[in-house]
């Protein structure tokens, strides 16, 4: 490879590397369970960021895990391994993994992956958390 044409090469790496989208990750703490909110692209990247972060905020998979992925704008082949993988984890215990809102090429993926077969993923927020029984079906009325 000539040095212009490398120069070239480790310019568009370096455009590359710098046009990552950072992970934004907020969580919280429910009675039963954890809601993690994803925003951003999960990719081989950030991957490792979202991993360390699910240990860190839900150490508990005896409990139910809603991940909300409403934010998620991209997913790689990587993210995907982690949903399974956390999916096995979570079944080990008892608990299930819920996905809440996938944003449409991040449903498309898990749809042609046939990964969607696998996981319990939800349209909305409000419908993951019925399901993973962390919120209750009929709220009640102030007394």
């Known amino acids: ?12 790496l370096a455009a590359w590397m710098t046009d990552v989208t950072p992970l934004r ?5 429910l ?7 994803v925003g951003g692209e999960v990719d081989a990247a950030t991957v490792g960021q979202l991993t360390a972060y699910i240990e860190r905020e839900h150490p508990d998979a005896d ?24 999916h096995h984890r979570q079944g080990e215990h ?7 809102g996938p944003h449409e090429r991040v449903r498309r993926i898990l749809e042609i992956t046939g990964v969607d077969q696998l996981l319990h993923t939800h349209s909305g ?13 009929m709220p009640r009325s102030a007394a």
């Open 63 to 86: 409990l139910p895990l809603v991940l909300d992925l409403s934010g998620v704008s991209f997913m790689d082949s990587s993210g995907l391994h982690l949903l399974i993988q956390q």
């Open 125 to 137: 927020l409000d419908q993951a958390l019925l399901a993973a029984d962390l919120i209750d079906p």
């Open 25 to 29: 990750l907020t969580s919280r703490a």
């Open 1 to 12: 490879m000539s040095e212009e044409a490398d120069g070239r090469h480790a310019e568009n």
């Open 31 to 37: 009675i039963g369970g954890t809601l993690i909110e």
């Open 94 to 100: 008892g608990a299930g993994l819920h996905l809440a």
